[in-house]
C-alpha cells in the first residue's frame, strides 16, 4: 500500500488504514518480542483456553492476550493484582480495531514469584495432612502458662500483654524474642517453638504485626510450618492483619485473626469462671441441703406415726381386740356345743325309735337260735335250743314241733 | 482422682450435683460425694489464684536459656 500523493485525493477502506496500523506495528522492532512488566487486571479465562487480562502500571495500561499454545506451558495461574514481566509482541486486532500484546511468556516478579512459592507449598504441605482439622490440638481453657514468640519490639506483644492482664491475673507470660522478618526470622521463629516446648508451656502465641507479603514471609517458611506441626504445645497464630493468610495460620491448632483477639481466645475472663465457679458452689449447697431436707421429712414423717409416739396405746389396743376376739371364739364354742348336745339328743331319739328293744316294751318277743335272731322257720329244727326274749327276760326252750314252710 | 486438672474438677463438680439433683442416692453417698464436690471447689478456687502474673522475656544465649523481667 502506498500513500496517496497530493494531486490526487485517495479514499481508503477502514481495513486499509488498519491493515496500514497494523503493519507499521509490526515492523517496529521495539514492538516485538519486548519484555513488559507491570501488574494483572481484569484477568479472565476463555473457554477457547485463551487466557486476556490488562497489564497495569500506575498510569498506564495495555490489554494482554496469551494464547493456549503459549499458556499452556504456564506453572501457575495468574490472579489479580499479582506483578508479573511478560514477553510478548504488539499486534492490533483488527475486528475491533484494538491493539494488544500478544504474550508468549509470563514471569512472576518479586510478590508474585514468593506467591508462587506460597501456592507451592500451602499445596504441598495441605497434601501431607499438616493441616488437618484433626491434628489440631485443644486449646486449655485455663492456661497457666502463655509463651510468646515475637518481636519484644512494638505494638503487638503489648497488645497481647494488655489483653491478658485485663481478664486474667493468674498466668504466667514468657515471650521468646524473636526476629519476624528477613531471612532469618524462620530460624528465630523455629527455635522458639522448640524452647517453649522443652520448657513445657501449655500454649504458644505465633505474632506479627502486618507488612507486606514479603515481610511476612517467614511465616510462610516450610520450616516453620513443621515446628508449629510438630508442637506438643498448641500453637495460635496471629500474623498481619485480618486479610493476611500465612502458611503459619493454616498449620495452627487455632488462627487468631489479630494478636488481641490472641489473647482473647487463650486466655478467659476470670470473672466468668468465678462467677461459674460460685454458681457451681451455689448448686451444691443448695441440692445437698434439699436432701437433707427431704430425708428429715421422712424421718419426722415416720417418728410421728403411732407406733412410735405412743407404743402403748397401740399395743393397748391389740390387746383389747385379742381380748374381744378370745371372748367371741370362746362364745361361739358354748353355743356350737350346746347344738352338738341338742343334736346328739334328737338322734338318740330316732335310734330309740328304731330299736327291736322299743318293740319289747310293747309285748312282743324276739326268738333267737344260739346269738341269730330266727326268722325263717328253715333256720330252726326240732330238738333245737331256742331263746325268747321278752321285755323283762329270757327263756330257753326246746322245739318240740314246728309248722309252716 | 489423681494429676486433676481445674477443667477435670469442674466437670466433676457439676456430675456430683446432677447426681444429688436426680435424688436417688443413699444419703452416706449424698454425703460423700458433697464432701468430694466440697473438697473440688476448694481446688479450683486454689487452682485458680495459684499462680501470680508474671511477665518474662528468654534470653536464648550460647544454647543457654535465662529468663528475665520484661520491662
Partial sequence: MTMASHTETKVYSVDEITTHIKNLLEKDVNLQNVFVKGEVSNFRNSDSGHIYFSLKDETSIIECAMFRRANRSLEFIPENGIKIILKGSVDLYKPRGKYQLIVEELHLTGDGELYLKFLKLKSKLEKEGLFKESHKKLLPKYPKSIGIVTSPQGAVVHDIIKVVKRRYSHVRIVIYPSLVQGDKAKYDLVRGIEVLNNLNFEVIILARGGGSFEEIWPFNEEIVARAIYNSKAPVVSAIGHETDFTIADFVADKRAPTPSVAAEIIVPDEKEILKEIIHLEKRLYKQTQQIFEIKKQTIWHLMSRPIIKKPWTVINTYKQKLDEETNQLRQATTVWIKAITEELKGMNGRLNALSPYAVLDRGYSITMKKEKIISDIKDINIGDDIYTIIKSGKIKSEVQSKNGE | ?71
Fill in chain 2, 1 to 71: 482422682m489423681e494429676n486433676k486438672s481445674f477443667e477435670g474438677a469442674q466437670k466433676r463438680i457439676e456430675e456430683i450435683i446432677e447426681d444429688l439433683e436426680e435424688g436417688n442416692l443413699p444419703l452416706r453417698e449424698s454425703i460423700d460425694r458433697f464432701k468430694e464436690a466440697a473438697e473440688l471447689l476448694k481446688f479450683c478456687d486454689k487452682e485458680l489464684k495459684e499462680v501470680e502474673m508474671s511477665i518474662q522475656k528468654i534470653v536464648d544465649k550460647d544454647g543457654k536459656i535465662k529468663f528475665e523481667e520484661f520491662e
